[in-house]
């Protein structure tokens, strides 16, 4: 079993907090059916949209609806479903979870069956995925699919958008909301390691949705749907993707190499707790601890010891592993990094150069 990049030593549990994922069975709930239409006694003219509805390039937002489903996929595996959203012609961009063989393991499943918006099912291989980010990708032989454009900047917190799946086998469902906030992060569970700067949505997702398309009214992707905190925790409305200028850069390298590289530092860490805290004789109250220092890697050469308390990294305050995490993301490999630690009560500076890794 492959190890996780940067593990924390102890495991920062949220029970709460659900991969959107696979549902519990690969079919669509028995005898479940869209109601038909009835039939118009006339023509209306003149349609005018409500007060405040929003518009893109003159269409409405049920019209970019029909242009995006076809490029929505149900992702079918034998443990379940979940959804996918067509990135190039011939490649499909999905969660990892979704078609992992078990969640929060590495490995994923050969082949899938991807159900399209018309009804038709076709094969798909999984050629790369990512436990990092939680993505994976699916080749398509034999038939062109409709790629959607992703958006090269985060949407704004209070921004109109729709998410796109199929939630408990309902293919093609669609469900609206805002942009809640930006930069979440969700600590790491036994099923998944830790997901950081995703978009926090109260658009509704629910089991099946992972893998999805969070669009903006242009029907542009601004994330792919990752997880939710069910209702039974006390939740409403409490959704989480990943955003798309950090979905394409994985993407694409998932799409050459099958793997992704990562920054990497080469500690093992845990966050501060005052019992930590008052053992080290520290008088920090956050941050976190190295617990390990891999020996010839960049923290090692940098000088970074046991027991030292990163405060600060590349000009960012650290206060948790999913602080560090974060900025890390934003690094370059081959980058020096400026960080702060507290060592036996000294704050000390220490530059790091930043090295590259698989996750996993």
């Given at each position: 079993m492959r190890t996780r990049l940067l593990p924390t030593l102890l495991v920062l549990a949220l029970a709460a907090m659900a991969l959107a994922g696979c549902s519990g069975s690969s079919h669509d709930s028995a005898g479940a059916s869209s109601p038909s239409p009835s039939a118009s006694?006339?023509?209306?003219?003149?349609?005018?949209?409500?007060?405040?509805?929003?518009?893109?390039?003159g269409r409405t937002v049920p019209q970019m609806v029909r242009e995006v489903e076809p490029s929505?996929?149900?992702?079918?595996?034998?443990?379940?479903?979940?959804?996918?959203?067509?990135?190039?012609?011939?490649?499909?961009?999905?969660?990892?979870?979704?078609v992992a063989v078990q969640e929060g393991q590495p490995d994923v499943v050969p082949t899938v069956e991807l159900a399209l918006a018309d009804g038709s099912t076709i094969k798909g291989t999984v050629t790369g995925s990512d436990l990092l980010t939680d993505l994976a990708v699916i080749h398509v032989s034999g038939r062109q699919l409709p790629p959607l454009t992703f958006r090269t900047s985060l949407p704004q917190p209070g921004e109109t958008v729709l998410a796109i799946g199929s939630p408990l086998g309902f293919n093609s469902s669609v469900t609206e909301g805002i942009v809640s906030a930006l930069g979440r992060n969700l600590p790491a569970s036994q099923s998944s390691l830790p997901l950081v700067d995703l978009i926090q949505t109260d658009a509704a997702i629910s089991p099946g949705n992972s893998g999805g398309a969070l669009v903006d009214v242009c029907g542009q992707v601004v994330g792919i749907n990752e997880a939710y905190i069910p209702p039974q925790s006390g939740a409403v409305s409490l959704g989480f993707a990943t955003p798309a200028v950090v979905a394409t850069n994985i993407a694409d390298?998932?799409?050459?190499?099958?793997?992704?590289?990562?920054?990497?530092?080469?500690?093992?860490?845990?966050?501060?707790?005052p019992a930590i805290a008052s053992a080290l004789g520290t008088g920090v109250r956050s941050g976190v601890v190295v617990v390990d220092v891999l020996a010839g890697g960049p923290a090692a050469k940098a000088g970074v010891q046991r027991g030292d308390v990163i405060t600060r990294l590349g000009g960012h305050p650290v206060s948790s592993y999913a602080d560090l995490l974060g900025t890390l993301r934003t690094t370059t490999p081959g980058s020096t990094l400026k960080m702060t630690v507290d060592r036996d009560g000294t704050k000390k500076q220490l530059t790091v150069t930043v090295g590259s890794r698989k996750a996993g």
């Open positions: 006694t006339g023509t209306v003219a003149n349609a005018v949209q409500p007060p405040g509805r929003e518009v893109c390039h929505v996929v149900t992702v079918r595996t034998q443990k379940g479903l979940g959804s996918g959203i067509v990135y190039r012609k011939d490649t499909v961009l999905t969660d990892q979870h979704v390298q998932l799409v050459k190499n099958g793997t992704a590289q990562h920054p990497y530092l080469g500690i093992r860490l845990t966050n501060l707790t």
